[in-house]
């Protein structure tokens, strides 16, 4: 406990100090203006200057479901509407046996769906991995 209490003390002893900071530029900019910034103003373009950060929200942010579908290519969604469509055959042809009739092999057609769903996967995480590397790129 001791050691979380040292870290939020000496976080706020260097959050004062950035502060003070902040307010001797705000002030610099305010001479410097001659009256075209208002305080806000000026705290605010110094405040960027010793901690830039992020904003939060993030203005570009979008819902969940456009980052899902941003990360969908051609491939993915091809990939799986016939992983669907093997999927579907097999499952229709193991119910429209008749009763007491051996049930066909569609072991194939499960194989078919097996390596579509797995282009399903890569396909999706090599977008992932590629947006997320694009993303750290930027900031």
């Known amino acids: 406990m001791d050691a979380k ?3 939020d003390l000496w976080l706020d002893d260097h959050l004062f100090e950035i502060r003070e900071k902040i307010v001797a530029r705000a002030k610099e900019l305010l001479l ?3 009256n075209e910034l ?3 103003a000026a705290l605010s373009e110094a405040a960027k200057e010793y901690a830039p950060g ?3 929200p993030d203005p570009k942010q979008h819902s969940w479901r456009e980052n899902i579908l941003s990360q969908l290519s051609a491939v993915t969604l091809i990939s799986a509407l016939l992983a669907v469509v093997f999927g579907c055959i097999a499952f229709g042809i193991s119910i429209a046996t008749e009763e007491g009739e051996p049930v ?4 194939g057609y499960i194989d078919l769906v097996k390596i579509f769903a797995g282009a399903v996967v890569g396909s999706t995480g090599a977008a992932v991995v590629a947006n997320h590397s694009r993303a750290k790129t930027k900031a």
């Not at 066909?104 to 072991?107: F, G």
């Open 5 to 7: 209490l040292e870290d």
């Open 32 to 34: 410097d203006a001659d």
């Open 38 to 40: 208002t305080k806000a």
């Open 54 to 56: 992020m904003r939060f």
């Open 104 to 107: 066909p092999d569609v072991s």
